[in-house]
C-alpha cells in the first residue's frame, strides 16, 4: 500500500480537499495516511461496507484499554457516556431512547416551527449585507435542538460556544490551549445540563429532557451521566454539521447558478441529497477492528485504527458520474455522508428537514443574492464548513 504525507491542515488541503481525495482514488482508493498514521479508504463501496461490518466498531476493542488524555478529563466524562463511542447493548439501549423522537414521521410534526423560524430569521436581517453563516445557518439548527430538548432558546449562543470548543477535540495536532478551552466547556455544559434536568424534575414539560429524565427515574434504564451524554451529544450533534451544510449549500447553489426559485418538494429534497454528496459537512470517521481480517486486499490488524474517508466518497467515479459536478437534478441515490450501519445518523431526518426548510426560505424570498467575498473553509478538519458567507440581498 502506497503511503501518503498530506497535512489536513494545510491551506491549500482546506480549502479544496476534493483535489487530494481524487487523486487518491485514481490510485485504487486506500492508502497509508502518514499524517493519521492510519490506513484511510476513500472508496464509497468500502466504506459502506465497513461501516456496516460488526468487525468493526467506535469502541476500542476488548483488552485494550483507552488512554485518557488527563487534560480533558471533563471531556471524557462526557464521551464515556454518550452513544456515539459505545458499540453493542449499551449502545442499542442509548440509542432506543430517542431514536422515536426523530423519526420522519416524529420529525415531521415540527416541520411548520422550522419554516417558521426560519422565515423569521430571515425577516430579522435588515442590513443589505450580511454573514449567511452568523444570521441564519448557525440559527435554525441550534434553535430548532434546544427547543427539541425542552432548553431555553436564550442559550442558544452559549451552546454554539460549549459545542465549538468541545468539537475542536476532533482536530488534527490539536494544542494545550483548544484543550483547555474544550476541557473547561465540557464542565461548564455538563454543570449546565446537570442543574437544568434537576429543575425539570420538579416542572415536566412536553420535550426530549422530560422522556429522557423518565426513563432514567421509572427503569432505571438511563443512568445519570447517560442522560446527561445524551442531551449534550444531542446538542451538539444537533446543530454542527447541520450548520456546514446549509452554508456549503447555499455557496453550492450560488457558485453553481442553480435557478431555485420555483422549485418543487422533490427538486429541494434532490438538491440537500446533492449537496451532501458533493460538500459535506464531515470528512472523516474512524473505526477500530475487532479481529484480523481483510478487506479489499488490505490486511488489517486486531485492535487498529482505520480511517473512513467519507468526503472522499461522493468523489468516486465507480458510483456517481462526473463527481466533481454539481448536478442539482442529479437521480437521488445513497450516499455515506450520514454513516451507515448501527451509528448511522439518528438526526438525518431532521437534519434533511432543516436544511431543506433553510435553503427554500431563503431563495424563495431574497430574490437577489450575490457573494461579496469568496467564502473560505474553516480550519476545522473533520468538519468541512465556511468561516463566513458574506452577501448582499435584498
Ligand atoms: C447534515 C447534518 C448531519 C450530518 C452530515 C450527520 C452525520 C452523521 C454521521 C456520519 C454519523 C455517524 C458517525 C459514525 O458512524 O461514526 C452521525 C451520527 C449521529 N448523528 Fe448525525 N449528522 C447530521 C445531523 C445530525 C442531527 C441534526 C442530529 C440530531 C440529533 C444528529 C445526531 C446524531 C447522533 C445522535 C449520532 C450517533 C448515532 C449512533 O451512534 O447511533 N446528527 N451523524
Request: with cysteine; proline share 3%.
Amino acid at each position: 500500500m502506497f503511503k501518503v504525507d498530506q497535512s489536513p491542515v494545510e491551506k491549500k488541503f482546506v480549502q479544496n480537499p476534493y483535489v487530494f481525495y481524487r487523486e487518491i482514488l485514481k490510485e485504487g482508493g486506500v492508502c497509508f495516511w502518514k499524517n493519521y498514521n492510519q490506513k484511510a479508504f476513500f472508496k464509497h463501496e468500502t466504506i459502506n461496507k465497513i461501516f456496516k461490518d460488526k468487525r468493526f466498531g467506535r469502541e476500542l476493542p476488548l483488552g485494550i484499554e483507552q488512554i485518557y488524555d488527563k487534560e480533558l478529563s471533563n471531556f471524557y466524562r462526557i464521551e464515556k457516556n454518550s452513544m456515539l463511542e459505545l458499540e453493542g447493548p449499551r449502545h442499542s439501549r442509548l440509542r432506543g431512547l430517542v431514536i422515536r423522537a426523530f423519526t420522519t414521521k416524529n420529525i415531521q410534526r415540527i416541520s411548520r416551527d422550522i419554516d417558521t423560524l426560519c422565515h423569521d430569521l430571515l425577516h430579522k436581517i435588515k442590513d443589505k449585507e450580511t454573514d449567511l453563516i452568523e444570521n441564519y445557518a448557525k440559527q435554525v439548527p441550534v434553535i430548532t435542538i434546544a427547543r427539541l430538548l425542552g432548553i431555553p432558546e436564550e442559550m442558544s449562543d452559549q451552546l454554539l460556544k460549549w459545542s465549538n470548543t468541545m468539537v475542536a477535540v476532533y482536530q488534527a495536532d490539536i494544542s494545550e490551549h483548544t484543550k483547555n478551552l474544550a476541557n473547561q466547556s465540557s464542565k461548564e455544559f455538563y454543570e449546565y445540563i446537570e442543574k437544568f434536568v434537576n429543575e425539570r424534575r420538579s416542572k415536566p414539560a412536553d420535550d426530549l429532557i422530560t422522556h429522557l429524565i423518565n426513563a432514567e427515574e421509572d427503569n432505571e434504564m438511563l443512568s445519570f451521566d447517560e442522560l446527561i451524554s445524551t442531551c449534550i451529544l444531542l446538542l451538539n450533534a444537533g446543530h454542527e454539521a447541520t450548520v456546514h451544510t446549509i452554508g456549503n449549500g447555499i455557496k453550492a447553489l450560488l457558485t453553481n447558478k442553480v435557478e431555485c426559485r420555483f422549485l418543487k418538494e422533490k427538486d429541494w429534497q434532490n438538491i440537500v441529497e446533492e449537496i451532501l454528496r458533493y460538500d459535506p459537512p464531515l470528512h472523516i470517521f474512524t473505526r477500530f477492528a475487532y479481529e484480523n481480517l481483510t478487506i479489499d486486499n488490505i490486511e488489517i490488524s486486531h485492535g487498529e485504527k482505520i480511517s473512513l474517508v467519507i468526503g472522499a466518497s461522493g468523489q468516486d467515479q465507480c458510483r456517481w458520474d462526473r463527481p466533481s459536478e454539481f448536478i442539482s437534478n442529479r437521480p437521488s441515490i445513497m450516499h455515506n455522508s450520514f454513516g451507515a450501519g448501527t451509528h448511522f445518523c439518528l438526526g438525518a431526518p431532521l437534519a434533511r428537514l432543516e436544511v431543506k426548510l433553510a435553503l427554500k426560505n431563503l431563495f424563495e424570498n431574497k430574490k437577489h443574492i450575490k457573494i461579496l467575498q469568496k467564502p473560505e473553509y474553516a480550519d476545522i478538519y473533520h468538519f468541512h464548513g465556511l468561516k463566513s458567507l458574506n452577501v448582499e440581498m435584498n
